[in-house]
């Protein structure tokens, strides 16, 4: 069974300053890593995943994230937010090579941008 | 292209009376179709999950119920809502190494 701990419930930034969103996760297997946007009254998008090869994975909207297996970590990140940016972002989990394997959420940060 | 459909996008129902939010999936065959719930816009809830036809587990006990009559199509249900049933409804199908996509959700107001 895998787990995802989201470091943080709320972070807020200026506008223009970089974020970082922090992830960690476990398993005893290993896992594809997923980073989700959801603003208000919507559903979840991606906005990017790991699965293997490069560490360094680049999405949508200018985010990126790490993946580092020695410290089961996948942290978001962007160097210049934007208002639009304003959000919920979902860390996720999934076990690698199994067709259907589900989804384990973390509970989510709320990225505040301010002007 | 692959696409998911879900309605109605908002809700307002009164305490015990029934629900039925409809969720369809189109261009692929035989997805694992999910149902979850947010309350107060935070934390996803997994309610159920269906691997085929007439196959539904449920995760959490409760005051609701899931079908799945044809391939693509999931349906979440009660017979008699709960104050507590409010929250924002979400439908998913899994993605071989591409992880969930997910509807556009449903607001549901019990008063």
Same mark, same amino acid.
């Given at each position: ?67 580092? +297996? ?46 | ?25 189109? &261009? ?23 691997? &085929? ?10 005051? /609701? ?14 017979? +008699? ?8 409804? /979400? ?13 556009? &959700? ?6």
């Amino acid at each position: 069974a895998q787990s995802v701990t989201q470091l943080d419930s709320q972070v807020p930034v200026f506008e223009e300053a970089p974020v970082e969103l922090r992830c960690n996760y476990s398993s005893s297997v290993s896992v594809y890593l997923f980073w989700y946007v959801q603003y208000p009254n919507q559903g979840l998008q991606l906005l990017l995943k790991y699965l293997s090869g490069s560490t360094l994975v680049k999405g949508i909207n200018g985010f990126e994230a790490e993946f580092n +297996k020695s410290q089961t970590s996948f942290h978001l990140r962007k160097p210049s937010v934007h208002i639009s940016d304003t959000a919920e972002y979902f860390c996720a989990v999934s076990e690698a090579e199994t067709s259907g394997s589900r989804l384990t959420f973390g509970e989510g940060t709320q990225l505040t941008v301010n002007p | 292209s692959q696409t998911i459909h879900q309605w109605p996008a908002t809700l307002v129902q009164p305490v015990g009376s029934p629900l039925s939010l409809e969720c369809t999936v189109e &261009g692929t065959s035989n997805p694992n179709l999910y149902w979850y719930r947010q309350a107060a816009g935070r934390g996803l809830q997994l309610l159920f999950y269906s691997v &085929g036809i007439g196959q539904i587990s449920s995760e959490v006990p409760q005051n /609701l119920s899931a079908s799945r009559p044809q391939d693509r199509q999931f349906i979440l249900s009660s017979k +008699k809502l709960l104050l507590s049933d409010s929250g924002f409804y /979400l439908c998913a199908w899994s993605v071989w190494r591409g992880g969930y996509t997910f509807g556009s &959700g449903t607001r549901l107001t019990v008063v």
